[in-house]
C-alpha cells in the first residue's frame, strides 16, 4: 500500500543509504519495497546471485573509483559476495578507504597501512607497562587459542601463523586503543576479518574500521548494550505479543539469553562460512561512513592516567566481558557474560563498585535460587531507556500491529492459538502508568480494561544504534524457534540451554529471509517514534 508522500520523505530520510537512489529516480515509498522485495511465500534461495567481480566493476568508473555507493550496498544486501571478491569489497564495507581513491590510490594506501601497523606493532613496550602487556597478551592468547579452532584456516599448532597474526592484531589494538583495550569477544570479531583479508595488516585497518562502530559494546558503563537490550525488547514486544507475553511469565523478558548475539552482531550463531555471508549482508544494510582522511589506526588515550590492567597502586581494576564458557565447550551458557567489573577511584580516593558480575552471578542465572537480574547492576534497565511517552500515545491502530508474526504466513505463530489477551504485555512498566491500573486500584469487574496502544520504534538511523537489520536478526532467530519454545514450555534456564545448542547450527536462508521480511514491513510502515529512539540512545 502506498502511504503518504510526508512518511514517504520520512523514509527517505531515515534510511541514508537509500536515500540518493530515491532522490535520483523519484521513487516512492513502494518503491522501496520492491528495492528491498522479499516475498514471505519466497524459497531460502538469495534474492539474486553472489556479487561477481564483473559486475563489481560496474560500481566503478574508469578511473577505478566508487561512484556508486549506495547501489553496490543494495546489491550485496539481496545477494551476497563471491568469496573470492570479500577480501576486495569488505574494505568498502567496514569503510576503511576515504571517498574517492582510484585504483592506484587504494593499493598505496593500503600498502601505508599496513606500514603504519608494523610500526605500532614494534612499539608494545613504549606503549604499555610491562605488567599490562603481559596482561593484554595473555589474555588475548587464552581466547585466540579457542576461536574458530574447527575452520581450516585456524587449525593447526598453537603457534601457527594464523593463530599469531590473530593474537598480534587483537594485542596491538589493546595497546593503541587503551580506552577500549581488549575485551574477550573481540577475538570473534577480528577471525572472520583476517580468514578473508588472509594479511595480517590489512586486517588490522579493518578490525580498526568495524571497531569505530562497534568498540561502545565493550565500554564499561554497558550504555550500548543496554540500549540494544532496550531496542531488541521493544521490538519482540512489538512483533509478537503473544510471545513476548510468554517469555515475561517465564521470566525472560529481560532477552539477557540474547546477550552474544548483540555483543558479537550475531557471528558466533551461524557456521564460519554462513556467517560470512551474514555478516556482509549486515553489513551492507548501513549507510556508507567513509573516513574523511583516513581509517585511524590509534585511538584517545586513557582516561585515567597510568591506568592498568592489574589494579597497582591504586588504579582502576577492569575487567572485561567474559564470553568463554567456563568448561571448555563453545556455547555453554557460561558464554554469556562475565561481563564487567569496574572499580574507580574517586576524590576521596575510596573505591565506587559500578558494576559488578561473575560465573557465580551466572550460576545464579542457571538456578533458581538467586534474582536473575543481578547480574545487570548499576545498568540502566532497558525500560527505563524508553520513553513515558512512548508507551502511552499510540503510532499505529492497534488492529494492524507492524510485524505481527500472524500477519505472515510462514511465520511460526500463524498456527499457535489466539492469545487470550488483545493487548501486549505491560508487566515492566512502572505502578501508575497510564496503561496500567495501581496495585489495589478498584477496578468494575463486569468491565474488561481496553487495550494498550502498540509501540512505536525508533527509526532507522537510531534503532539498534543505527545497526536496525541486526535487530531483525535477532527476531527472526526467536520466532524462528518460537513454537518449540512455547509447545514444550521452557523455562528461563532451558531457553538459555537450548539456543547454547544452536551455536553455529541456525539456518541463514530462512533466518535471512524472515529478517527481510520484517525489515521491510518495518520500513514502509509509520510506527517510527524518533523521540523515543533519541532519548535511548542518549550519550552517557
Given at each position: 500500500m502506498l502511504l503518504a508522500e510526508k512518511r514517504s520523505s520520512l523514509t527517505t530520510a531515515a534510511l541514508p543509504f537509500t536515500q540518493s537512489i530515491l532522490s535520483q529516480v523519484g521513487r516512492t515509498l513502494s518503491k522501496v519495497q520492491q528495492v528491498l522485495s522479499w516475498s514471505y511465500g519466497e524459497d531460502v534461495k538469495p534474492f539474486k546471485p553472489p556479487l561477481s567481480d564483473a559486475e563489481f566493476h560496474t560500481y566503478l568508473n574508469h578511473e577505478g573509483q566508487l561512484s556508486r555507493?549506495?547501489?553496490?550496498?543494495?546489491?550485496?544486501?539481496?545477494?551476497?559476495?563471491?568469496?573470492?571478491?570479500?577480501k576486495v569489497v569488505w574494505r568498502y564495507l567496514l569503510n576503511v578507504y576515504p571517498d574517492g581513491l582510484t585504483g592506484r590510490e587504494r593499493m598505496d594506501y593500503m600498502k601505508r597501512k599496513s606500514r603504519?601497523?608494523?610500526?605500532?606493532?614494534?612499539?608494545?613496550?613504549?606503549?604499555?607497562?610491562?605488567?599490562?602487556?603481559?596482561?593484554?597478551?595473555?589474555?588475548?592468547?587464552?581466547?585466540v587459542l579457542r576461536t574458530d579452532r574447527a575452520h581450516p584456516y585456524f587449525a593447526g599448532p598453537e603457534d601457527g601463523p594464523h593463530l599469531r597474526a590473530l593474537h598480534d592484531l587483537l594485542t596491538t589494538y589493546a595497546v593503541t586503543h587503551p580506552q577500549v583495550s581488549y575485551c574477550q569477544g573481540m577475538s570473534d570479531l577480528a577471525s572472520?576479518?583476517?580468514?578473508?583479508?588472509?594479511?595480517?595488516?590489512h586486517a588490522f585497518v579493518c578490525f580498526c574500521g568495524i571497531m569505530k562502530r562497534l568498540a561502545a559494546n565493550f565500554h564499561p558503563d554497558g550504555r550500548a548494550m543496554a540500549t540494544k537490550f532496550a531496542h531488541l525488547k521493544l521490538l519482540l514486544r512489538h512483533a509478537d505479543?503473544?510471545?513476548?507475553?510468554?517469555?515475561?511469565?517465564?521470566?525472560?523478558?529481560?532477552?539477557?539469553?540474547?546477550?552474544?548475539?548483540?555483543?558479537?552482531?550475531?557471528?558466533r550463531e551461524f557456521a564460519?562460512?554462513?556467517?560470512?555471508?551474514?555478516?556482509?549482508?549486515?553489513?551492507?544494510?548501513?549507510?556508507?561512513?567513509?573516513?574523511?582522511?583516513?581509517?585511524?589506526?590509534?585511538?584517545p588515550p586513557s582516561l585515567v592516567a597510568d591506568t592498568g590492567f592489574g589494579g597497582h597502586r591504586g588504579r582502576p581494576v577492569r575487567q572485561r566481558h567474559m564470553l568463554r564458557p567456563a568448561g571448555g565447550g563453545d556455547g555453554a551458557f557460561e558464554d554469556a557474560v562475565d561481563h564487567l567489573a569496574?572499580?574507580?577511584?574517586?576524590?576521596?580516593?575510596?573505591?565506587?563498585l559500578l558494576r559488578q558480575a561473575s560465573l557465580d552471578d551466572l550460576q545464579q542465572l542457571r538456578d533458581n535460587t538467586g534474582p536473575r537480574r543481578d547480574l545487570l547492576v548499576q545498568l540502566p534497565h532497558p525500560a527505563a531507556l524508553i520513553s513515558s511517552k512512548s508507551l502511552s500515545e499510540p503510532l499505529l491502530n492497534s488492529s494492524d500491529p507492524l510485524l505481527s508474526s500472524?500477519?505472515?504466513?510462514?511465520?511460526?505463530s500463524s498456527s499457535s492459538p489466539p492469545s487470550t489477551q488483545d493487548a501486549s504485555p505491560t508487566g515492566d512498566m512502572a505502578a501508575g502508568s497510564p496503561l496500567m491500573p495501581e496495585v489495589g486500584s478498584p477496578q468494575d469487574p463486569g468491565k474488561s480494561l481496553p487495550p494498550p496502544p502498540p509501540l512505536g520504534l525508533p527509526p532507522p538511523q537510531e534503532f539498534g544504534r543505527g545497526n536496525p537489520f541486526m535487530l531483525f536478526l535477532c527476531l527472526a532467530i526467536l520466532l524462528e524457534h518460537r513454537d518449540h519454545i512455547m509447545r514444550n514450555g521452557l523455562d528461563y534456564n532451558e531457553l538459555a540451554m537450548h539456543f547454547d545448542r544452536l551455536v553455529r547450527k541456525?539456518?541463514?536462508?530462512?533466518?535471512?529471509?524472515?529478517?527481510?521480511?520484517?525489515?521491510?514491513?518495518?520500513?514502509?510502515s509509520e510506527v517510527w517514534d524518533s523521540e523515543e529512539g533519541a532519548e535511548a540512545t542518549a550519550p552517557s
Open positions: 555507493p549506495e547501489e553496490l550496498r543494495l546489491r550485496i544486501y539481496h545477494g551476497g559476495v563471491e568469496p573470492s571478491l570479500r603504519e601497523y608494523e610500526q605500532l606493532k614494534s612499539e608494545w613496550a613504549q606503549r604499555a607497562s610491562p605488567e599490562d602487556l603481559e596482561f593484554i597478551r595473555s589474555t588475548v592468547l587464552k581466547d572472520p576479518i583476517l580468514a578473508v583479508m588472509d594479511h595480517e595488516g505479543p503473544d510471545f513476548y507475553q510468554y517469555l515475561q511469565e517465564a521470566g525472560a523478558d529481560d532477552l539477557f539469553f540474547c546477550y552474544r548475539w548483540l555483543l558479537l552482531e550475531l557471528k564460519f562460512d554462513d556467517a560470512l555471508r551474514m555478516l556482509e549482508v549486515t553489513w551492507s544494510s548501513l549507510p556508507p561512513d567513509p573516513p574523511e582522511h583516513e581509517v585511524e589506526l590509534v585511538g569496574t572499580t574507580s577511584q574517586g576524590p576521596g580516593g575510596g573505591g565506587r500472524s500477519s505472515h504466513p510462514d511465520s511460526p541456525h539456518h541463514l536462508g530462512r533466518v535471512l529471509r524472515r529478517a527481510k521480511a520484517l525489515f521491510a514491513d518495518y520500513l514502509q
